[in-house]
């Protein structure tokens, strides 16, 4: 958008759409029908807080019955669910496994929300064996106890899956559905091309099961042979991801249970919390007073920014944005948050100086505004790359594997290093990298927008650091 375009609504536009995005960050959204309540937008009370801030559980999880796993399959099953709790924006985790006593003792924060702790629905959330396997048919086994296992032969598994993910697709009537979408490997490309040849037009299906449990059993119309497979099955979106995230995970190589657990005190404190808002709205108040007294309707505009882009990381943590969900707010996320709001601070200072040099040098007020931010954008560009790349390489290294930087790193540097999921790392970089794209659109692109439009409005030059004439 030019500058001659800019009305002089286009400031309340921006403002007031600021001012929603700010309210609906922190107050959510959530709708009542019957007896069951919807959310629709997650506010800051839907956000996650770490064991540093809000404190959690410790679980002691081991092989299920009078199963002996080997200290390899405790090594194993310690990284699926390290994986499996990252994926679940859980980034702040305590994990590790004593193979003397065959037990895994984890570490997790509170859900939001939640006050008194069940070990049942925490072994729940981080998912039990998630072993996906593709069968002929749907017939069962049942035992004396009357638990029903699959009988069928196993046509793939997930040893066979390079990865899934999840996504959109029409079904037969038209209407949009969620599915879990599969890419095969090489072996389980020609297995699933066998067995849905042999299958091929008649009335067996290839039933879909997650451990004992039958997700879906569609027919087969026509052989696949391109390696991709689709999962369908009343899917939400939440479903689906988490069906997504638990394959790529791999499936624990024993079943769990819970032999024992306790809560866990914050380690900063129950009024951690409280202190670190209180201390950050001082600094905020400080500096917008600053921002203001020293640059005057630049400065005011860069307060408004600031709300923006604060917002902005703040709802990136609550999943407000629904191509991602939410993550675990932790004191190294606040750090990330808090990193980033310098730097879109120092970026509204440096186009302030500009503003000022370019009225000084005899501009009138719209050039001088126009080539500040032009000139200026450069110098703001240099300044946040860097943290750019930062925050992607500490998503990338410490990221959940299937992640988009995972895999992208992991797969050209950090490959020799094997797969890594260190949540409180990669949460500073997740906090981070949101902020730095937040001040470039609240604080270079809005800014502007906001500026240009108040200099149709008010349009004396000292306004903007400039001298009278």
């Known amino acids: 958008m030019t500058v001659k375009k800019t009305g002089k609504s286009t400031f309340f536009i921006v403002v007031a759409l600021i001012a929603l995005f700010a309210v609906s960050t922190a107050t959510g959204l959530d709708y009542l029908f019957g007896d069951n309540t919807t959310t629709v937008i997650k506010g800051v009370d839907d956000i996650r807080l770490g064991i540093d801030i809000k404190g959690g559980v410790d679980v002691t999880f081991a092989p299920a019955g009078d199963y002996d796993a080997t200290d390899e399959q405790l090594d194993a099953a310690t990284e699926i669910i390290k994986t499996r709790l990252a994926s679940l924006g859980i980034n702040d985790n305590e994990l590790y496994s004593d193979g003397k006593s065959d037990r895994i003792i984890v570490r997790f924060p509170w859900q939001a929300g939640e006050s008194n702790f069940d070990p049942e629905a925490a072994v729940k959330e981080l998912g039990e064996m998630a072993e996906l396997t593709f069968r002929k048919g749907t017939d069962t086994n049942t035992d004396e106890e009357g638990n029903a296992t699959p009988a069928g032969e196993i046509v793939i598994s997930g040893s066979d899956i390079e990865e899934a993910g999840y996504t959109q697709q029409p079904d037969s009537y038209g209407n949009y559905e969620w599915v879990v979408t599969l890419k095969l490997n090489g072996d389980g490309t020609s297995k699933f091309a066998s067995a849905t040849s042999e299958l091929a037009g008649s009335s067996t299906p290839i039933s879909i099961w997650m451990d004992n449990t039958m997700i879906s059993a569609p027919t087969v119309n026509n052989a696949i042979s391109n390696g991709n497979a689709v999962i369908t099955g009343n899917f939400t979106s939440e479903s689906a991801k988490k069906l997504?995230?638990?394959?790529?995970?791999?499936?624990?190589?024993?079943?769990?249970?819970?032999?024992?657990?306790?809560?866990?005190?914050?380690?900063?404190?129950?009024?951690?919390?409280?202190?670190?808002?209180?201390?950050?709205?001082?600094?905020?108040?400080?500096?917008?007073?600053?921002?203001?007294?020293?640059?005057?309707?630049?400065?005011?505009?860069?307060?408004?920014?600031?709300?923006?882009?604060?917002?902005?990381?703040?709802?990136?943590?609550?999943?407000?944005?629904?191509?991602?969900?939410?993550?675990?707010?932790?004191?190294?996320?606040?750090?990330g948050i808090i990193l980033a709001v310098g730097m879109g601070v120092d970026a509204n200072i440096i186009t302030g100086e500009r503003i000022k040099e370019e009225l000084r040098s005899g501009k009138s007020l719209d050039s001088a505004i126009s080539m500040a931010y032009k000139r200026a954008f450069s110098a703001i560009l240099d300044g946040n790359i860097t943290n750019v790349i930062i925050a992607v390489i500490l998503m990338g290294a410490f990221g959940v594997p299937s992640s988009f930087f995972s895999k992208i790193l992991n797969r050209t540097i950090f490959f020799m290093f094997g797969a890594t999921a260190e949540g409180v790392v990669y949460s500073f970089g997740f906090t981070l990298l949101v902020g730095v794209i937040c001040n470039f659109i609240f604080g270079v692109f809005f800014s502007r927008l906001m500026v240009t439009s108040l200099s149709k409005i008010a349009g004396n030059r000292v306004l903007y650091g400039g001298d009278q004439k």
């Open 244 to 335: 997504a995230d638990q394959i790529n995970s791999g499936a624990l190589p024993f079943k769990i249970e819970t032999k024992s657990f306790k809560t866990i005190s914050p380690t900063m404190g129950e009024g951690s919390l409280d202190a670190i808002l209180l201390a950050a709205g001082i600094a905020f108040a400080l500096i917008a007073v600053y921002m203001i007294v020293l640059y005057r309707i630049p400065g005011l505009v860069a307060v408004i920014a600031l709300v923006g882009q604060v917002s902005g990381s703040i709802a990136a943590v609550t999943g407000w944005f629904g191509f991602q969900p939410g993550a675990t707010l932790t004191i190294p996320g606040i750090a």
